[in-house]
């Protein structure tokens, strides 16, 4: 029944169970929560990743290529973030823990308003915010809210949510039922005060968080072991029978996944085995399109049905200039295997003009380092390369030759000033002026040679202390995410070879920006993490 258009609940149950609590025949819900709140269940999973498309956008990791810790980071809150809408759907589910999220934020037109932490000169800002929700609309809104998103949209979502906009809903104060702790512990629900409060008090340690998440961990790794082995048989067979140089992931995908990737390219080497040869001696890389890497290896798209990567594809993004040297790369009626060939005649023709960039620079060499610079295809980056090589021509910027020999620089597109990286190499613009880049190459070369040196012996200390550090807790295996630097991998082994943790003996462990237990039982701890007793 509904009474002056009011939703009703007869709460006459609940003054039997708790007496202490003032027996109210009728309440009035939405004159306790706003208008939206009432209607958040109708909002479906397949509707609220529709909502969360403008924060998708400002958070995708494809657009920190230049960033890698930035996207590494987002990459990681995104699936602890899918983790918690699953969750958020699974029925009869009761209480989430709070869930602390760190994103990296685009600037765009829409979250560009005042009162946030400033974009930085790369143009974006952190943004950190703790999900403790019950539903998917009000975990949306918080979402959207937290990274100064608009909301307007929700609105006109093919769903049962409520017409009245939801800028006027804000308006409304939001003043949920405050409970008696007997409430919560008849009913086994969680006290969401008390989760946050705890959330807010306590300083995740190294020591505390192994101590909570060691079995959860040993559950799946142990889980995973069958799986693991299966992985690595796959993965040996495929070298051996495709006399290929390694096989690899672009992305932290679970074992499942990648077992399930490599079962496609094995049906695929049975059907077709004499056109997958093409790829002798190459790498190839499971990632999200398929093609030829600017470092020359082998992307299959895991999008992509693996029946594709062999029969024609999309036309190749091929530079003008190319098209009389390249035709075969063009043909829609042929696959990536079958264009192999022509990629390895573009890769070639690659090489030589870094070599003639290098020549013109003093000696310079030129790098690709795929750790730091976002996934090019071999034409993208055939043609960034090529219009540096032609701005270099015109200007004529005299080098003495060979006096840059044994430093090294990346080209990449998304900068317009030249710049020196603490590994050591040069960051060079395409558009940067040539006579102002003589004179910073010659002005910062020492410096250059001092960082490239220094990068070595600091290689060559991790290596050590990786060793010393899986010797020591009997790990099973010890690594870092592409986003975690040889300095931070080197202080991480440094304290944690202080420290007695038998929690760790047979686990794999990764090295992170945060706190997580991965699908398969691999343990990921962050770089910084910190020192302390288990709070119990």
């Known amino acids: ?78 699936k602890r973030l899918s983790v918690y809408l699953e969750n958020l759907q699974k029925p009869g589910f009761k209480s989430l823990k709070p869930t602390q999220l760190t994103f990296y934020v685009r600037e765009t037109d829409q979250n560009s308003s005042d009162g946030q932490e400033p974009f930085s000169a790369s143009g974006f800002r952190a943004v950190k915010f703790t999900l403790h929700t019950r539903d998917l609309l009000s975990t949306v809104l918080d979402i959207l809210n937290s990274c100064s998103l608009s909301t307007e949209h929700i609105q006109n979502l093919n769903t049962n949510v409520h017409s009245q906009p939801l800028k006027e809903a804000k308006k409304i104060p939001d003043r949920p039922i405050k409970w008696d702790k007997s409430y919560y512990s008849f009913t086994g629900f969680k006290d969401p005060d008390e989760d946050l409060e705890q959330v807010s008090r306590m300083e995740t340690t190294l020591i505390s968080w192994l101590d909570n998440n060691e079995r959860s961990a040993v559950k799946k790794l142990k889980n995973s072991l069958p799986l693991r082995k299966e992985l690595d048989r796959l993965k040996n067979e495929l070298l051996h029978q495709l006399q290929l140089s390694d096989i690899r992931w672009q992305r932290s995908w679970g074992i499942a996944h990648r077992c399930s990737q ?47 990567w062999t029969k024609g594809l999309e036309r190749a993004a091929v530079p003008s ?153 009997s790990l099973e295996k010890l690594y870092k995410e592409p986003g975690v630097s040889s300095l931070q991998m080197v202080a991480c082994c440094k304290r944690l070879l202080e420290q007695s943790l038998p929690y760790l003996q047979g686990m794999h462990l990764c090295v992170s920006h945060f706190y997580s ?20």
């Open 1 to 78: 029944m509904a009474i002056n258009g009011c939703l009703e609940v007869d709460v006459h149950i609940y003054a039997e169970m708790f007496c202490h609590l003032r027996p109210v025949k009728k309440l009035c819900l939405e004159k306790t929560f706003p208008h939206w709140f009432l209607y958040s269940r109708a909002l479906s999973g397949a509707e609220a990743v529709n909502a969360l498309r403008p924060f998708y956008f400002v958070v995708h990791p494809d657009f920190f290529g230049q960033h890698p810790r930035e996207r590494e980071v987002n990459e990681n809150s995104l």
């Open 262 to 308: 490599l079962h496609s390219l094995g049906r695929l080497a049975q059907q077709n085995l004499d056109i997958l040869k093409n790829a002798k001696g190459c790498t190839i890389i499971f990632t999200d399109r398929s093609g030829m890497s600017a470092m020359g290896h082998v992307m299959l798209g895991t999008m992509d049905v693996h029946h594709h």
């Open 321 to 473: 200039f190319l098209m009389a040297y390249t035709v075969a790369l063009l043909s829609p009626k042929t696959g990536l295997f079958e264009r192999l060939p022509s990629y390895l005649d573009l890769q070639r023709r690659l090489m030589l003009l870094e070599d003639q960039i290098s020549y013109l620079l003093g000696g310079i060499q030129v790098v690709y380092i795929e750790e730091l610079q976002p996934v090019l295809t071999l034409e993208e980056y055939y043609s960034l390369l090529d219009v540096f090589y032609n701005r270099l021509l015109k200007s004529r910027v005299p080098f003495h030759p060979q006096s840059l020999r044994g430093l090294q620089m990346i080209v990449n597109s998304d900068r317009y000033a030249p710049s020196l990286h603490e590994l050591g190499h040069f960051n060079i613009p395409t558009l940067c002026d040539p006579a102002s880049l003589q004179w910073f190459i010659l002005t910062k070369a020492q410096q250059a040679r001092v960082n490239m040196k220094r990068k070595e012996e600091l290689k060559i200390l991790e290596n050590e202390l990786i060793q010393a550090s899986t010797k020591k807790f």
């Open 517 to 536: 237990v991965m699908q398969d039982g691999d343990l990921c701890i962050p770089w910084n993490w910190k020192n302390g007793d288990a709070i119990k």
